[in-house]
């Protein structure tokens, strides 16, 4: 069975659109079981969030980034494929329907995947 453990990366302003792409995308992925681990979901706030993003992406599989207009303004997105990057956690980049933003330094190479 195919199976992975993802940290998904995104603008909680993205949220709404985010959730309802990926109710399609586990599928098209190939993937039977994802264990998705959104930063939303975190409950109570810790006190080092920094260490906690650390930590959850050094365990990930995989990050999934979905990249839009309002990921590109994010500070916190940005630490995440900056935490990503340095730990060498591959990223797949997921491009929001008709968001047109540079993507970071690093991930231009990437197969990107459109969502909408």
């Given amino acids: 069975m195919n199976s992975r453990k993802i ?5 909680m302003d993205d949220r709404p659109f985010v959730y309802s792409a990926l109710k399609r995308l586990p599928a098209s ?6 264990e998705i681990d959104d930063p939303a979901d975190w409950g109570a706030k ?8 650390g930590d959850k992406i050094r365990r990930a ?5 979905v990249w839009s207009d309002q990921a590109a303004k994010s500070p916190w997105v940005q630490y995440e494929v900056g935490m990503a990057q ?12 008709g968001s047109q933003p540079t993507l970071p330094a690093g991930l231009a190479d990437k197969d990107v995947l459109t969502i909408d």
């Fill in 29 to 34: 992925e190939g993937l039977h079981t994802v």
């Fill in 46 to 53: 810790t006190e080092d969030v920094r260490k906690t993003i």
């Fill in 61 to 65: 599989d995989m990050v999934w980034l």
């Fill in 86 to 97: 340095a730990l060498g956690v591959p990223i797949r980049v997921l491009l929001a329907s």
């Fill in 7 to 11: 940290f998904l990366s995104y603008s």
